[in-house]
């Protein structure tokens, strides 16, 4: 597997260079053959999504990877010739010439994809990627294998081997991506694992963007309603089963009303019953929620369960755990489930306080009066979040999606994705002249006044 992935490299850095970068009327060409290849192949892609969770609910391959795609396609597509333009400006001081910024591809560039939305999380990278004008080096997770065979053969169909290569395989095969002296390397998936592609990529100086996770919260003050904002809190937490790395991972709510809010959200997660719902990705992941749910009821917690029908025997029902214990894992790790927790306060401060050293991916707070929302989101730190919204920022094309602290770094998406896998090289133009002169020593004492006066 290692000799694939050398090969692979190899074959993707011969063809790279500065002066055959693809003009971005090419670069387009190919965005838009991507774009009708996902059209084309939409039927088989969803099977084989659908193939590896055993169910996934079709609505959710529609809208949060094709639509998802589609969208960001278009999106690129149509700023494009605008990013790739080189920025010009005259300077006058310190010293008379002209400054650009040149936009340039980073090279051979490696992508770490991972299962939970396995097309979406691969190919949103891979479009910025190419649209700055880089190779592609794209290594899918092994979890989901029907979905990795769908879009290797669609990537195959339309990029030529020396521009975007698929390598497949398990741990050993993303750890030898990770040790190559890449132009950037883009991972998404799990803190543990980010740390470890992290201390690989540095042994050659690899710049990486570290797409993570953590513990989302979402937060309703007093004056939230139940009515209005549980649907679409219940929306985030259990679309795809709550494997989406910004889903809330936990709901803070004042103490009194847990209960109206644990019926409003049950209310809400019948509606994903049973068509529009789906499996935990494999039989690892079902025992994992099952065991964490388990000892959360041992300890004291109070477990509910949405009633109705489910789909698929890795399939577990939406569910609420109140409370519980502090040191179970729903309390210490990133649930990545069907398991939404509800933490109960008696003053939005103890929120804070609770949630102070904290830097998920995602925060997100509900209000009647949005502003208050917002003023208290400001106190939260995370990658990205929303107002009265779950999931939601991200599907804005021109916001940059990414983590801070151990949520990870670096942001994609629209512009951000470019410049992302973009190198902005500085260049300076010195005007003619014999202004030059004064630069070179003995300096005169034009000069010397010169000096003193930038100082001032």
């Known amino acids: 597997m290692t000799a694939t992935v050398i090969n692979a490299h190899a074959r993707l850095r011969r063809a790279f260079s500065l002066e055959d970068v693809p ?127 769908a879009m290797a053969s669609l990537l195959e169909a339309v990029f030529p081997p020396d521009e975007v290569a698929v390598v497949t395989g398990g741990p050993d095969v993303a750890q030898a991506v990770a040790a190559l002296p890449l132009g950037h390397l883009f991972f998404t998936g799990s803190t543990e694992t980010g740390r470890k592609v992290a201390q690989a990529a540095a042994r050659t100086l690899t710049p990486v963007t570290l797409e993570l996770g953590g513990r989302s919260p979402a937060v309703a003050l007093p004056d939230a309603s139940p009515e209005d904002h549980a649907p679409i809190i219940a929306w985030g937490a259990w679309l795809s089963a709550g494997q989406t790395c910004v889903a809330p991972n936990h709901l803070w709510v004042p103490r009194d009303s847990a209960p109206a809010w644990t019926d409003a959200l049950l209310d809400a997660a019948r509606g994903f019953l049973p068509d529009d719902y789906t499996a935990m990705i494999d039989a690892r992941a079902f025992s994992r929620i099952e065991r964490m749910v388990a000892e959360a009821r041992e300890g004291g917690a109070l477990v509910r369960v949405a009633e109705g029908e489910v789909r698929g025997r890795r399939t577990i029902a939406p569910t609420i755990v109140v409370d519980p214990p502090p040191n179970s894992p729903l309390m210490t790790e990133e649930i990545f489930g069907p398991v939404l927790v509800v933490l109960t306060y008696r003053d939005p401060e103890d929120v804070i306080v609770a949630e102070a050293d904290a830097s998920p991916l995602a925060a997100y707070v509900f209000d009647r009066d949005a502003a208050r929302a917002r003023r208290f989101l400001t106190r939260l730190r995370s990658g990205g979040g929303a107002v009265n919204a779950t999931v939601l920022h991200l599907a804005a094309h021109d916001l940059p999606f990414g983590g801070i602290g151990e949520s990870g770094y670096g942001a994609y998406h629209g512009h951000h994705g470019f410049r992302e896998f973009s190198h902005e090289r500085a260049v300076f133009t010195a005007a003619s002249g014999p202004w030059l002169r004064m630069l070179l020593p003995p300096y005169s004492e034009t000069a010397r006044r010169l000096f003193r006066r930038m100082t001032q």
């Open 23 to 149: 003009p971005v009327a090419a670069r387009i060409a190919r965005l838009k053959q991507l774009g009708d290849a996902l059209r084309d192949r939409r039927s088989d892609l969803i099977a084989a999504i659908d193939s590896d969770f055993g169910p996934r609910a079709e609505s959710e391959t529609m809208t949060a990877e094709l639509a998802f795609l589609r969208t960001g396609l278009k999106h690129t597509i149509r700023h494009l010739p605008r990013w790739s333009r080189p920025r010009t400006a005259r300077v006058l001081q310190p010293v008379p010439g002209r400054t650009d910024i040149w936009t340039e591809p980073k090279g051979v560039v490696g992508i770490l994809s991972p299962w939970n939305y396995p097309l979406q999380l691969a190919l949103m990278p891979l479009i910025s990627a190419v649209a700055a004008g880089n190779r592609v080096l794209l290594k899918p997770s092994e979890r989901s294998p029907a979905t990795t065979a």
